[in-house]
C-alpha cells in the first residue's frame, strides 16, 4: 500500500467531522491500517461516510483507529467494503 503524501512529503489537510445526535445510532470503532496524513483522513471519512446509515466518522490517525456512527448496527462488511475502496485496510473491530 502505497503512501497518499505528495512526493515532497506534503500532506492535503481539510476533513470535516460532523456530529448528528440521534437516539438509536450506535457508535462502532475499527482498527485501520495504511493512514498516514490528512489525505488518509479525507479519503476514509469520503468514503464511509457514503455508506448508507453512516451518520458521522471520526477518524484518529495517531491510534489507526476509525469511530463509525450509524442510525442502527454498523454493517462491518460494507464498511470494511468502503474503507478498502479508499485505498487502506479494515484489521478488525477495535
Known amino acids: 500500500m502505497g503512501s497518499c503524501c505528495t512526493p515532497d512529503h506534503s ?3 481539510g476533513a470535516t467531522t ?8 450506535t457508535r462502532t470503532v475499527y482498527a485501520v491500517s495504511g493512514m498516514t496524513c490528512g489525505h488518509c483522513e479525507t479519503s476514509v471519512t469520503r468514503s464511509v461516510g457514503a455508506v448508507e446509515g453512516v451518520l ?3 477518524v484518529d490517525l495517531a491510534t489507526g483507529l ?3 456512527t450509524t442510525d ?3 454493517d462491518d462488511a460494507l464498511i470494511g467494503a468502503a474503507i478498502d475502496d479508499a485505498g487502506y485496510e479494515l ?3 477495535a
Open 11 to 13: 500532506c492535503s489537510t
Open 18 to 25: 460532523t456530529a448528528v445526535a440521534v437516539a438509536e445510532a
Open 56 to 58: 458521522a466518522v471520526d
Open 66 to 68: 476509525v469511530t463509525v
Open 72 to 74: 442502527g448496527a454498523a
Open 91 to 93: 484489521t478488525g473491530r
